[in-house]
Each structure stands twice: as structure tokens, then as C-alpha cells.
């Protein structure tokens, strides 16, 4: 699969690294406004390729992009030292208003997957600049959220986080939920396996867990001024589940008619995902609290659109 990737700074390259690593992808083609930086980036990964996958990486200007299958929009600016991701909003969305009608000339069959952030209103940025249908425009939302609470969780059980199940909800921001009611190890509600196991998951635990998972991207932008690892994994997880029409339930972002209560809206819940997109959304079982969490965060999400369109 072809798959294009504008944006070439610290996601959009570890997304593409991380899809000729992984095999996710049988070519991968560089659009940014730095043309320089572009090319540097396919031909850094390019070397990985003799000990990876066979993958061509190449970079050009949108037309460049014909034939791809899928667009990865990681273009746009990113959180400094203790912003929040929702203040780049107007700063992104003019970015997109320049970019998705290249990405839709040279490559009209593409499905998009948004990454730059603020990423839930970026999706319907790009929803609503490029005329496909919402199951085709996809935020990678709370994947990489999803990914640190089960590395965290798994990290407490003492458990590969491959075997815990759990999700988190809503915005891929400050307001996120992590639905801890539907949260599973192996198939155990992860309370009752943390006490069979002598890890109990008290309060502090929690605590402990959430702001490890909430206050993330925080810490590492404190220490080494971007993320870039995990959500480039994250990206390479989502293009592998269209590219075999896998059905892999993913906690990922897209526009939503209505969710509790709160119209046209994007956020992220489990989702699967498979070749035409995404094909089903799922509600997790969720306590009064997270039910509530989850309504808050998406009014969050509401009010900053406002003034937008
Ligand atoms: N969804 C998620 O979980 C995550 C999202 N992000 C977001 O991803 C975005 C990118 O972050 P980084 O790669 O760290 O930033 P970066 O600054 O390293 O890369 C951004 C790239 O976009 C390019 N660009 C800017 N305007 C453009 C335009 N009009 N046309 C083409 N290219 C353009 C720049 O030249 C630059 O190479 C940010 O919005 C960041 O907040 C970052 C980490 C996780
Ligand atoms: C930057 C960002 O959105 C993250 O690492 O979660």
C-alpha cells in the first residue's frame, strides 16, 4: 500500500519510520513545505529499509501523493513547554485550509488519518475541507493515550500491556476519560486481577496511573521539547488495520452526529477499523462518573470549535 505522509518533522517521519520497520506499507512519500526536510527524512528511513521491510521512501510535492491509499496529516505546528494542545487550533486549521486540497487533488481516492493536534477538531477540519464521508476521515484521537494507560497498567500488574484491554475515551487533551469500568487483564476486570495478584489498584494507584497517562505529553515536551516514538507507532497501527481490513478495534477519532448529548462532534471511542475505515463504534460499559467525564469532555470539545465555522 502507498501511503503519503505530509508533514515531515518528528511525526510524520516516526510514522514513517515506523511503517517501513513494522511493514506497514509497501511505499511511503514525503510532502512538506521544507521540500529540504522532505527528502532528508525518506532518505534517513530509507537506510533502516536493508534491515526492515521492502518499502520505497521517496518525497515530492503533492503530486507526488497519486495513487496513495491512505494521507497521514501530520503538518502544522506543535505544543511548546506547557501548552495545550487545544491553543494551536486556529494556527492548524490554517494549515489544513492550504493543505487538504493538494492532498485531495493528487490523491482523491486517499482516506486521511489526522494527527496534528488539536487532533479531534482537526478531524473535522479535515472532514469538512475535503468532502468525504466521516468514516474515511480518521484522528488517531486516543490511540496513543490508550497505548500509555495499558503500558502503565500493564507495568502495575506485572502483565504484557498487549494484555490489557482497556480504552481511553473522549478528547485526545486534558479532558480525556480513562475508562477504568470497562478496563480489562486478560479477561479479568483489572481490580479483581490486581488483588488476585497482590496489586491492588487503590486509589493512589489510580491516581497515579491517570496523571502518568493525562500528563504525558506534558512531561516528555518538558524533557525533550516533542513526542514523536508512540504516536508514530500508533499511526503505523492504524494504517496496518485498513491496509488488511483487520476489524482491530482502535480507540481513534471521528464525526459523530451526536455523542452524549452533544452534537456533530469528534472524539475518540473504540472503534474498528478495517479497509472502507471505520465500520462500527462502540460504547463502552462505563460507571456514572465516566459517563459524565466522557459528556464533559466532548462540551470541551464543542465550545472550542466555536467561532470556527
Ligand atoms: N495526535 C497525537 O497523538 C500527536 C500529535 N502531535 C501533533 O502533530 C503535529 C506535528 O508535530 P511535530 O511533528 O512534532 O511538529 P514538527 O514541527 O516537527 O513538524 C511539523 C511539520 O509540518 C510542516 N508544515 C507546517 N506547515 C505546513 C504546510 N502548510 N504544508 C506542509 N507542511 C507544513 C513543517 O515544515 C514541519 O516539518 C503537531 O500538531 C503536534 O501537536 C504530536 C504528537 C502526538
Ligand atoms: C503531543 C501529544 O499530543 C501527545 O504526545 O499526546
Not at 510535492?61 to 501530520?74: C, F, R, S
Not at 506547557?82 to 494556527?91: C, I, T
Not at 479532558?175 to 490486581?194: H, I, K, N, Q, Y
Not at 521539547?225 to 508512540?230: F, P
Request: aromatic share 4%; charged share 20%; glycine share 12%.
Amino acid at each position: 500500500m502507498k501511503v503519503g505522509i505530509v508533514g515531515a518533522g518528528m511525526v510524520g517521519s516516526a510514522a514513517g519510520s515506523a511503517l517501513a520497520l513494522r511493514g506497514g506499507a509497501s511505499e511511503v512519500v514525503f510532502v512538506d513545505r521544507n521540500a529540504a526536510l522532505a527528502q532528508a527524512q525518506a532518505e534517513d528511513i530509507s537506510h533502516a529499509v536493508p534491515f526492515a521491510h521492502p518499502c520505497r521512501l521517496s518525497a515530492g510535492e503533492y503530486d507526488a501523493l497519486e495513487g496513495a491509499e491512505v494521507v497521514i496529516l501530520a503538518a502544522g505546528v506543535a505544543q511548546k513547554p506547557g501548552e495545550s494542545r487545544l491553543s494551536l487550533l486556529s494556527r492548524n486549521a490554517d494549515v489544513f485550509a492550504s493543505v487538504i486540497g493538494g492532498v485531495r487533488a493528487a490523491a482523491p481516492g486517499a482516506m486521511l488519518l489526522v494527527a496534528s493536534n488539536p487532533v479531534d477538531i482537526m478531524t473535522q477540519v479535515a472532514l469538512r475541507a475535503s468532502g468525504l464521508p466521516p468514516e474515511r476521515v480518521i484522528g488517531s484521537g486516543t490511540i496513543l493515550d490508550t497505548a500509555r494507560f495499558r503500558s502503565l497498567l500493564g507495568a502495575h500488574l506485572g502483565i504484557a500491556p498487549q494484555s490489557v484491554h482497556a480504552y481511553v475515551l473522549g478528547e485526545h487533551g486534558d479532558s480525556e476519560v480513562l475508562a477504568w469500568s470497562s478496563a480489562r487483564a486478560g479477561t479479568e476486570p483489572v481490580a479483581r486481577f490486581g488483588a488476585q495478584i497482590g496489586a491492588p489498584i487503590t486509589e493512589e494507584v489510580r491516581a497515579t496511573i491517570d496523571a502518568g497517562v493525562r500528563r504525558a505529553a506534558y512531561r516528555i515536551i518538558e524533557g525533550k521539547g516533542a513526542t514523536w516514538y508512540g504516536i508514530g507507532a500508533g499511526l503505523a497501527r492504524i494504517v496496518q488495520a485498513i491496509r488488511d481490513d483487520q476489524g482491530a478495534v482502535l480507540s481513534v477519532s471521528v464525526v459523530a452526529p451526536e455523542i452524549e448529548g452533544v452534537p456533530d462532534i469528534a472524539l475518540s471511542l473504540p472503534r474498528v477499523v478495517g479497509r472502507k475505515g471505520v465500520s462500527a463504534t462502540l460504547m463502552p460499559e462505563m460507571s456514572e462518573t465516566e459517563t459524565a467525564a466522557l459528556r464533559a469532555s466532548a462540551e470541551v470539545l464543542k465550545e472550542s470549535t466555536q467561532g470556527l465555522w
